[in-house]
């Protein structure tokens, strides 16, 4: 086949020698603690971001997110807010565009210690491969195409916003908008600790029960109090039942928070589960079996109110998503990577695009394990031949557009 490698060629040479100042990139962006309801480390991530995402010459974007409401330990309806979503674009009136997206709030807050170690290939640090590792991977990519021109006319867009580790509630509705804005996307949340892609994603929702009863004395009038404590525990085992982990169902009691002084009968208790589907079909079913339980443990003086839903939808693939599936596959081998493919239980923003209708692959980060934890580490040699993965796809994708997911 008589096809131009030298721009191919050109960029794997030119990424080899950017691995090193880029794996110190990612280091600092380590040392500063981004967790999704730490508003001051996320402005302090993105400012920089701004800054050394800068060589792309394409001006930042800031895009202003909405605030949402959570129920807190006490009941109360608080409304919260995250920092901002990021954006770059590139010819946004090309026939054909990619999107790339991955978020850059963590699960450390800012108390959380800042440890990090590298030894040889592997660097420990919070983030380092969800998903701060994958922005340096769609950071790399993105800076090839534009250096050695290797697909001009594709239009991209690169996304990072700030609330996916609690369920993107707050940039939800934008990445809606741009599902709709692209021919498909690629989303950097890292692969499988062996290297693996993720195929399938479970759905996964978190909902609230909260249970109101009455206060009273616990000496004198505890007869007139409705220990709301004791009713969310009758909760409790009456969501526990709902589980049927062979059929693909779960459903985790996560939280339960109460009380106060022990000589007062509590008045107030929450209850927060999180729940995990295969199947679309079941998300009506569990809605249903859980509007059942709050009106069961309704009356008598108390009231069972429940907020929440799915986050993520079930991932599973459609015709748009298996071709795409193939070409990303195709294209990692050019690019001298063997792809495998795995289900998965976890959750993440590629589950939203997909119900969204944006075919995408969602695992194109680093490797790396241990996530949401202290042991968290990204694999540094697998960089640069992730990087290299998105640079080889975006130039077969420009040169047979026809062979790919497109929306035309
Ligand atoms: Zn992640």
């Given amino acids: 086949m008589v096809e131009s490698s030298a721009?191919?060629?050109?960029?794997?040479?030119w990424l080899k020698q950017q691995a090193?100042?880029?794996?110190?990139r990612l280091q600092r962006w380590c040392e500063q603690n981004s967790g999704s309801y730490h508003r001051e480390g996320l402005e302090a991530m993105a400012a920089r971001l701004i800054d050394d995402l800068a060589d792309l010459e394409i001006p930042a974007e800031r895009v202003s997110l909405p605030g949402w409401e959570e129920i807190d330990e006490l009941g109360r309806r608080t409304t919260h807010h995250t920092g901002p979503g990021l954006l770059w674009q590139h010819r946004d009136e090309a026939k054909h565009r990619v999107l790339l997206l991955i978020h850059y709030d963590t699960v450390y807050p800012a108390a959380?210690?800042?440890?990090?170690?590298?030894?040889q290939d592997r660097l420990w640090a919070p983030g380092a491969a969800d998903a701060k590792g994958g922005i340096l991977v769609m950071h790399l990519a993105l800076a090839a195409l534009r250096r050695f021109q290797v697909a001009p006319d594709i239009g991209w867009t690169l996304a990072l916003n700030p609330d996916e580790e609690i369920g993107s509630p707050a940039s939800r509705s934008w990445l809606r908008q741009l599902a709709a804005e692209h021919d498909f996307g690629m989303v950097f949340e890292p692969s499988l600790p062996d290297g693996a892609w993720v195929a399938d994603r479970k759905g996964s929702g978190n909902w609230t029960f909260l249970v109101e009863g009455r206060a009273a004395h616990a000496g004198r009038n505890p007869e007139q109090g409705r220990n709301a404590i004791v009713r969310a525990a009758q909760v409790v085992e009456a969501l526990d039942t709902l589980n049927e982990p062979l059929k693909g169902r779960t459903v985790n009691v996560?939280?339960?928070?109460?009380?106060?002084?022990?000589?007062?009968?509590?008045?107030?208790?929450?209850?927060?589960v999180n729940v995990r589907i295969t199947q679309a079909a079941d998300e009506e079913q569990v809605i249903h079996l859980f509007e059942q339980i709050a009106a069961r443990y309704s009356g008598d003086g108390f009231t069972c109110s429940l907020s929440g839903g799915l986050h993520a939808p079930v991932k599973v693939a459609d015709a748009a998503a298996m071709l795409l599936r193939e070409r990303m596959q195709k294209s990692a081998?050019?690019?001298?990577?063997?792809?495998r493919w795995r289900d998965t239980g976890g959750a993440c923003d590629g589950s939203k695009l997909a119900a969204f209708g944006l075919p995408n692959i969602d695992t194109l980060g680093p490797t790396g394990d241990h996530l949401h934890s202290p042991e968290e580490y990204c694999d540094l040699d697998t960089i640069v031949p992730a990087a290299q993965t998105i640079v080889q796809a975006f130039h077969d994708f420009a040169r047979e557009p026809h062979r790919w997911p497109t929306r035309h």
């Fill in 7 to 13: 721009p191919l060629a050109a960029t794997r040479r």
């Fill in 20 to 24: 090193e100042p880029a794996v110190e």
């Fill in 112 to 119: 959380a210690p800042v440890h990090i170690r590298r030894e």
């Fill in 254 to 272: 996560g939280r339960i928070q109460g009380g106060g002084p022990l000589n007062r009968v509590p008045e107030v208790a929450v209850v927060r």
């Fill in 333 to 339: 081998k050019k690019a001298g990577r063997i792809v």
